[in-house]
């Protein structure tokens, strides 16, 4: 699936750019991709369309939305990798990427050496979500309803190697329960599946489900999290339910790759930290449950490599495999 947007038109490019020394000329030469490794309306390709529309407002670029999902994204990423390394194919990611790598040994992805950081988008928050014939409205009443059928329950995840998945299987190592994991292509049919009632529950961040908790379409438990998710404070934490071990807190951000030029690396890590800032854009996050981020490649370059360590040994722990 290869799925290209246009974000915004520019009638030039480079309006209020610095000249890159690597190339001698203004940067961007040319339009900017911004490639999800995920389907239309999942959470890289929601965040990169907000970041992306805003960018190209605030600097005149063109900036293109195109969706590669696919194998815990590593097909969107090997799609960044055969381009330059010159600033103009960015990587939009989700805590998953740092999966990817122990999940998917076969696509050689070393995320370290071959990407360069640029910058951490924002912070997305996992909340476990119920259909709302369900009788129960507590975590811990969840737990038990589980208890009583080992094995009998599904939840659902867009793929192995998802926030969804993990969190499931670490769900049922610390909760006691035994489930048996769903996986789709991607979270398209997922929420329509839990529903209709086809699955018992998932693990899903809040930007997929806020509008749809609201309208009481799903009912949410509990928020994977140390503090509650501020587009859905009424749902309390997972620390707050006794399981201090399931905290989590998704992130979002932006890669490029490996050998990019420090000059536009810092280009364009001042154009998005300037657009993170802006109230159009923190509204938008605000309706779809994400914190603004913002900061530096380096950051947020330590903060994926410390996460590709902590989901190794988790997915080690777990006996997670990619094909089960």
């Known amino acids: 699936m290869d799925r290209r947007t246009f974000v915004k038109g520019a009638a030039a490019f480079g309006?209020?750019?610095?000249?890159t020394p690597a190339f001698g000329q203004a940067f961007p030469s040319r339009p900017i991709r911004i490639v999800a490794p995920t389907p239309a309306g999942a959470p890289p390709d929601i965040l990169a369309r907000i970041v992306g529309n805003a960018i190209a407002e605030a600097e005149g670029w063109t900036v293109l939305i195109e969706n590669k999902p696919g194998a815990v994204m590593t097909l969107g990423a090997a799609e960044v990798l055969r381009q330059p390394a010159d600033g103009h194919t960015l990587l939009s990611v989700t805590a998953p990427i740092a999966a990817a790598p122990t999940l998917l040994p076969s696509a050689k992805l070393n995320i370290e050496t071959d990407f360069a950081p640029l910058i951490k988008v924002g912070t997305t928050y996992n909340v476990l979500v119920v259909n709302p014939s369900t009788?129960?409205?507590t975590v811990n009443e969840f737990i038990d309803y589980l208890k009583k059928s080992p094995g009998k329950y599904t939840f659902s995840s867009g793929g192995y190697g998802t926030p969804a998945h993990l969190l499931g299987e670490l769900f049922n190592?610390?909760?006691g329960t035994k489930s048996v994991h769903v996986p789709y292509k991607g979270n398209t049919q997922t929420i329509p599946d839990l529903m209709s009632g086809?699955?018992?529950y998932q693990?899903?961040?809040a930007v997929a489900i806020v509008q749809l908790v609201?309208?009481?379409k799903l009912r949410a438990l509990v928020a994977m999290s140390h503090r509650r998710?501020?587009?859905l404070p009424e749902v309390?934490?997972?620390v707050e339910a006794g399981y201090p071990k399931l905290a989590s807190e998704d992130w979002a951000g932006m890669l490029m790759k490996a050998g990019t030029p420090a000059p536009v690396v810092s280009r364009l890590n001042e154009a998005l930290n300037k657009v993170l800032k802006t109230q159009k854009v923190r509204e938008a996050f605000a309706k779809v449950g994400t914190d603004p981020g913002g900061g530096t490649p380096d950051a947020f370059g330590k903060l994926v490599n410390d996460e590709v360590k902590h989901w190794a040994k988790v997915i080690e722990d777990a006996g997670i495999k990619i094909n089960p």
């Open 229 to 231: 998710v501020p587009a």
């Open 236 to 238: 309390p934490t997972i």
């Open 135 to 137: 009788p129960v409205r």
């Open 214 to 216: 609201r309208a009481g």
């Open 203 to 205: 693990f899903i961040t």
């Open 15 to 19: 309006i209020g750019a610095t000249a």
């Open 173 to 175: 190592l610390e909760a």
């Open 198 to 200: 086809i699955n018992t």
